[in-house]
């Protein structure tokens, strides 16, 4: 019986047993949004399948098309002039959807069982996914089959961050938090590296299959969530984590009776009975107004609109600048834009072990977009000179990119997600986390969308519309650096007084 144990034994096995539970959260939200983000990647990938210069390719003996047909290989209706508006149209129907989706998707998230509303969701990102591959077997070429598929997967893929974020946020408290999700957001970079390269393997050949098996996956990973998803530590009797540094803070949150009451083993019958989950003593969800009146949340709401502007142009039209400019492949432009998320990998961690250390997430963010801004203008003028140049230049843009993006979905939000104003209801979170990556996903929308139509006037065009945007989301963190600097001032003086007494 635990009554019979040690304490220092009893705390060893409980210790032991919390962290391995909390690994495994880790572990499954990984592999979840690893997946949502290896169904969004192909797209990038095909484009440069779908209309190519077919000069370079046999015709078949049967072939009808005449030698000078420079587009006879190409997919219609992307096998036009105006092909770079029509995939820019096919990019915004996703991501118009998602952004829509997303204020909406964080509301439901709070009221609805974790576990049902991700498995849901990632059954039905599968199918969709699937179904844009189809079109290839099916020989569809009409662009609103496309468009259509593309919105109904903007929406249902809405599903994805505002859950994972916050079933993280449940079982992991502030501590380390900067650390440990900027390593999980790696999940990004790499269901992006995933997609790349599962794309590349058919692009050439059969390329519905590059969205055809990456659907698939999505799907059985859906499954396996709806089976081993779980959502609170309490539900397998686990300590819930502490979100403020103060403990008494933490459990006068505890027995607010606006918080619900606390759930000990110890507690009375009467007790034990008011923790049940049907109780209406349970926290109750925030209002989307109340969200935005947390302090910090507006400000990187729009920060992370610009931010992620300039890392979904990338993500989206990468591959085709590559294959234009350098003129490789579909697979080699996709392979070699995988770099680009390795970098952000990087940049993730290191954004959110220096925002740990140095207890500013605000300032990480925007040293690392002021080092962004000319990292990008010298890959565009120097990044194509030689493949070793280019390599390091992607891994570095990857990295400046990518990192306070990854921060500020992730750590930022959890902050955010359970400040202290909100005296302990954690579930403000999954509104917290939809406001701010919905907000983000608009700059996400507006990136390749003006990509597509900025491109026919010139690449260089494209990359001062991204140093533009990268300098507004510094900008709007002016006033969050100053408090943080403030702060630290702060915390020096009163270091200073202590050592004095």
């Not at 915004?92 to 964080?106: K, Q």
């Not at 903007?154 to 916050?166: D, K, R, Y």
């Not at 990456?214 to 397998?236: H, K, N, W």
Request: aromatic share 12%; with cysteine; proline share 4%.
């Amino acid at each position: 019986m635990r009554s019979s144990l040690a304490p220092g034994i009893w705390f060893l096995r409980a210790f032991s047993r919390d962290s391995k539970y909390r690994a495994f959260i880790l572990l499954i939200t990984f592999l979840i949004y690893t997946c949502y983000h290896m169904s969004r990647k192909p797209i990038s990938v095909v484009k440069s399948r779908l209309h190519h210069n077919c000069s370079e390719v046999i015709q078949p003996l049967n072939s009808t098309h005449s030698l000078n047909d420079t587009t006879w290989c190409n997919w219609a209706p992307f096998d036009k002039s105006n092909y770079k508006e029509l995939l820019g149209a096919v990019d915004n129907a996703f991501l118009v959807a998602y952004a829509i989706g997303m204020f909406i998707s964080g509301i439901f998230g709070e009221r609805l069982p974790l576990r049902y509303y991700l498995t849901a969701g990632m059954l039905l990102s599968g199918l969709f996914t699937s179904l844009f591959g189809l079109g290839y077997f099916w020989n569809i070429h009409v662009l609103w089959y496309f468009v259509l598929v593309q919105i109904f997967n903007g929406l249902v893929q809405t599903t994805g961050w505002p859950a994972v974020v916050s079933c993280v946020g449940n079982w992991f408290g502030k501590g380390k938090r900067g650390l440990i999700m900027g390593i999980w957001n790696s999940h990004t970079s790499v269901g992006n590296i995933l997609g790349s390269l599962l794309a590349g393997v058919w692009v050439d050949q059969q390329w519905g299959l590059s969205f055809v098996v990456p659907g698939v996956i999505t799907a059985i990973m859906g499954i396996i969530t709806f089976f081993f998803l779980i959502e609170y530590p309490e539900d397998v009797d686990c300590s819930p984590p502490q979100h403020h540094g103060n403990p008494e803070e933490s459990q006068d949150h505890a027995e607010d009776p606006a918080n619900g009451p606390s759930c000990n083993k110890e507690n009375s019958l009467e007790s034990a009975a008011t923790c049940s989950k049907d109780s209406s003593a349970q926290p109750t969800a925030i209002s989307f107004f109340g969200a935005l009146r947390i302090p910090g949340v507006v400000e990187f709401s729009l920060c992370l609109l610009f931010a992620k502007l300039v890392s979904y142009t990338f993500l989206y039209w990468l591959p085709l600048y590559i294959s234009n400019v350098v003129h490789f492949t579909a697979k080699e432009a996709g392979d070699l834009s995988t770099l680009f998320d390795v970098g952000g990998i990087i940049g993730g961690i290191l954004a959110g072990l220096i925002s740990d250390y140095i207890n500013g997430r605000a300032t990480t963010c925007c040293v690392m977009l002021i080092l962004a801004a000319p990292m990008m203008f010298l890959y565009n003028h120097v990044g194509q000179r030689g493949i070793g140049i280019s390599i390091v230049m992607l891994l570095i843009c990857g990295a400046l990119v990518n990192g306070p993006y990854a921060l500020i979905t992730t750590a930022v939000s959890a902050d955010l997600g359970t400040h202290k104003s909100l005296k302990g209801n954690a579930k403000a979170l999954s509104t917290v986390t939809a406001i701010i990556d919905g907000t983000g996903s608009i700059g996400a929308a507006l990136g390749p969308l003006l990509a597509g139509l900025i491109s026919p006037t010139g690449w260089n065009n494209v990359f001062y519309m991204l140093i533009a945007a990268d300098i507004l989301a510094c900008l709007l963190l002016c006033r969050l650096v100053y408090k943080e600097i403030l702060a630290w001032k702060s915390s020096l003086s009163k270091d200073r007084g202590y050592r004095e007494m």
